[in-house]
């Protein structure tokens, strides 16, 4: 069965103090993986997709990487505004045919103080 | 661009009632999928729509039901409401099925409350 887990739960960082989250998946084939950010009472806001491991994505202080096991997010010097649920999401080959389902890990809610 | 939308926002409504809710993709995308969040299940997907048809379903009961029209906008509908089905309900459209993964962006959702 196709399975998204992502570690920790929630992190708590100081501002500037760099940390990565992680995001371990079992899929039948990878098609993507992706990285959203979601505030609270709000829809999920993409930042990344990776297809292939090896793969790395960077957007201002986040990095995203991938293995054939997990991905994970590095957050470099991290500020308040970072703080956020992170959520990490596979879509998996289809036997009849792809479809854009997206699997979803629990996510790690980040909080960053200043 | 503007991005997805959904309506209306925000929904209170008592057990047993039925529930209408609507989603319009970003210009230009043609796949829209739906999806229930809640905090004790997370993100899980309910079904996807490429032109006008249901792709794919997610495990959830015949009550909840979805639809696609030409213009590519979504309806999603869920009858005799129970306690359960109050949620975060987003819509996410992408452009077409391809081989690689196709990214998803999300609406700001519809919150569902059921009393």
């Known amino acids: 069965e196709d399975q998204v887990t992502q570690s920790p739960e929630a992190l708590r960082l100081q501002e500037g103090e760099s940390s990565s989250l992680n995001c371990s998946y079992t899929?039948?084939?990878?098609?993507?993986l992706f990285w959203y950010r979601q505030d609270p009472g709000k829809g999920p806001e993409f930042l990344f997709t990776?297809?292939?491991a090896g793969e790395e994505k960077e957007k201002e202080r986040l990095k995203a990487t991938l293995t054939k096991k997990e991905s994970f997010l590095h957050i470099t010097a991290p500020k308040p505004e970072d703080s956020a649920t992170y959520l990490c999401?596979?879509?998996?080959?289809?036997?009849?045919?792809?479809?854009?389902?997206?699997?979803f890990g629990q996510g790690t809610t980040l909080q960053v103080k200043p | 661009k503007a991005g997805v939308t959904q309506t209306p926002r925000y929904l209170i409504k008592t057990r047993g009632q039925q529930v209408t809710l609507s989603c319009s993709p970003i210009?230009?995308?043609?796949?829209v999928s739906w999806y229930q969040q809640t905090p004790g299940q997370g993100l899980q997907f309910l079904f996807e729509?490429?032109?006008?048809?249901?792709?794919n379903k997610g495990n959830f009961p015949g009550r909840f039901s979805g639809r696609q029209f030409s213009n590519s906008r979504s309806e999603m509908n869920v009858s005799t409401l129970e306690l359960g089905d109050s949620a975060l309900y987003l819509c996410?459209?992408?452009?077409?099925?391809?081989?690689?993964?196709?990214?998803?962006?999300f609406g700001p959702g519809t919150r569902l409350l059921v009393l």
């Open positions: 996410a459209s992408s452009l077409i099925p391809g081989t690689r993964g196709e990214t998803q962006y």
């Open positions: 999401a596979v879509q998996a080959r289809g036997g009849s045919g792809n479809t854009g389902k997206l699997i």
């Open positions: 729509y490429f032109s006008e048809t249901q792709r």
């Open positions: 899929v039948s084939g990878l098609r993507g």
């Open positions: 990776l297809y292939s």
């Open positions: 210009s230009g995308h043609r796949s």
